[in-house]
């Protein structure tokens, strides 16, 4: 197979799914999206940075979200890039300087780590909330073809 027909057959695939917002899912949850990236042909090294990153996003959902609502998990691949986003039901927050930290806190701080993490591990990140109708964290990498 050529890379144009793998890219042809790539383009519009995508893994969809829903899981409560319970921490101990977040192995699952990372496992589903290797799998899948496995089907579309892409390696496991090109990828292990951007599924930690996936973890994050994950874990702020479960955490910040407060809510019992199932969180949405989606994947898809568009030519030499895989996509993910994460998008809880839960309370959103108003855009504000945290959303846009670039750097880690300090090495001692035990909070904040997980928006620098997520912007330094993938290729494409985007944050959107909205106060009562939750969040959608879309992270992006490019893999080998």
Known sequence: MTNDERRQWKRGTELRF?????????????RQIMAFA??????????TDFIGAIGEALANAIEHAHTRKPIEIVAW????????????????????????AQKLPDVYAERGRGLPIMRRYADVF?????????????????VSN
């Open 38 to 47: 496995r089907t579309q042909g892409i390696v496991d090294d090109d990828i």
């Open 126 to 142: 985007s944050v959107r909330s909205v106060p009562g109708e939750g969040t959608r964290v879309t992270l992006g990498c490019h």
């Open 77 to 100: 691949v568009i030519d030499d890039r895989l996509f993910a986003s994460v998008h809880d039901q839960g309370v959103g927050f108003a855009p504000s300087e945290r959303t846009v």
């Open 18 to 30: 829903s899981i409560p917002p319970d921490p101990r899912l977040g192995g699952y949850v990372r």
